[in-house]
């Protein structure tokens, strides 16, 4: 075990994350990234990327290669399978932030850009048939199911899109959604209804996956208005219902939303004075990669902020109002 010491700690390198390392280089600052896999993110789960500004067509690995070589030549240290095991604040006020090999980081500044994790249906078979029929990743696993009949569930942007993605190598995808209506963009809802691969199951919920021989062979479905069951022949079943912030690394209290999401003022400081946060962790109305990049473009500039005036005895800033996304 060995103890190292930073101005900041940034924990997480997808896009928030690697564009936090970025600028904290340019300002100058001892920063380093820990990431628990490799540098990217969600990106890496994502085949293309349209709506990042300036990228009309890249894919996902394509521009986490990017974003990561553009951090490192401004100076970021990014250290990989580096997962952190807690972030805590001291009474002297420095954070230590101990990662699994029991090392520990001190700095008196964090980011936590560390993303989320996806929500599982819990339901019967979801871990007996996981990797077997059950994925949350249609770029890691789209194409092991060329020519089959499949399912993915959900109603928000990364469902619709997924679905619409996977047609490129199932026959047949179902697309099914608890509620009446998705919740995704319209654009990308014109694109599923669009697809003649796709039937769209909407009132929907999946009771139980069920298999043979170690493999998916349907699910056992029910309508949520009516209670009819019922079951639905597919080789594979793709779960995007949402996600859980990785918040459990923190220690103490801190301000956060009704799902766990991490409140921060406009300079992205949480309720814990010398504590960041960017992305996909921190409550807001969208979650995409430009808002990503633009959280972590505001803290890293913030820390530096926070640092100056440490150094110089000056107060340092202390977080103002907590935002909220719909209340301003």
């Given at each position: 075990m060995a103890t190292h010491e930073y101005e900041v700690v940034i924990v997480g390198a997808g896009p928030a994350g690697m564009c936090a390392g970025l600028y904290a280089g340019r300002s100058m600052l001892r920063a380093v990234v820990l990431e628990r896999g490799f540098p990217g993110g969600e990106l890496l789960n994502t085949e293309v990327?349209?709506?990042?500004?300036?990228?009309?067509?890249?894919?996902?690995?394509?521009?986490?290669?990017?974003?990561?070589?553009?951090?490192?030549?401004?100076?970021?240290?990014?250290?990989?399978?580096?997962?952190?095991?807690?972030?805590?604040?001291?009474?002297?006020?420095?954070?230590?932030?101990?990662?699994?090999?029991?090392?520990?980081?001190?700095?008196?500044?964090?980011?936590?850009?560390?993303?989320?994790?996806?929500?599982?249906?819990?339901?019967?078979?979801?871990?007996?048939?996981?990797?077997?029929?059950?994925?949350?990743?249609?770029?890691?696993?789209?194409?092991?199911?060329?020519?089959?009949?499949?399912?993915?569930?959900?109603?928000?942007?990364?469902?619709?899109?997924?679905?619409?993605?996977?047609?490129?190598?199932?026959?047949?995808?179902?697309l099914v959604h608890r509620r009446d209506s998705f919740r995704a963009s319209k654009i990308v809802q014109q694109r599923v209804f669009a697809n003649p691969k796709i039937e769209v199951v909407f009132d929907t919920v999946v009771d139980e996956i069920v298999g043979a021989d170690g493999l998916m062979t349907h699910a056992r479905i029910r309508h949520t208005g009516t209670g009819a069951a019922s079951d639905l022949v597919a080789t594979g079943i793709f779960i995007f219902v949402g996600f859980t912030p990785n918040t459990g690394i923190l220690r103490g209290h801190f301000a956060h939303d009704a799902?766990?999401?991490?409140?921060?003022?406009?300079?992205?400081?949480?309720?814990?004075?010398?504590?960041?946060?960017?992305?996909?962790?921190?409550?807001?109305?969208?979650?995409?990669v430009t808002t990503a990049v633009g959280d972590a473009t505001?803290?890293?500039?913030?820390?530096?902020?926070?640092?100056?005036?440490?150094?110089?005895?000056?107060?340092?800033?202390?977080?103002?109002?907590?935002?909220?996304?719909?209340r301003g």
């Open positions: 990327i349209e709506d990042y500004i300036g990228f009309e067509h890249v894919l996902g690995h394509d521009l986490a290669a990017k974003f990561q070589g553009h951090a490192e030549k401004f100076g970021a240290e990014i250290r990989t399978s580096t997962p952190v095991q807690q972030v805590e604040k001291r009474a002297d006020g420095l954070f230590e932030t101990t990662v699994e090999s029991g090392d520990v980081y001190l700095s008196p500044t964090v980011i936590v850009t560390a993303g989320g994790t996806p929500i599982k249906l819990e339901v019967p078979g979801e871990i007996t048939y996981a990797g077997k029929g059950v994925s949350y990743c249609a770029i890691c696993d789209g194409a092991f199911y060329r020519g089959h009949t499949i399912m993915v569930v959900g109603g928000g942007d990364a469902a619709c899109e997924e679905a619409d993605f996977l047609t490129r190598y199932a026959e047949k995808v179902f799902s766990g999401y991490l409140i921060t003022d406009s300079n992205m400081q949480t309720s814990i004075p010398g504590l960041f946060a960017a992305g996909d962790v921190r409550a807001q109305l969208t979650r995409q505001t803290a890293a500039i913030a820390v530096e902020k926070f640092l100056t005036a440490r150094k110089s005895g000056s107060p340092a800033p202390q977080p103002q109002p907590m935002l909220v996304p719909g």
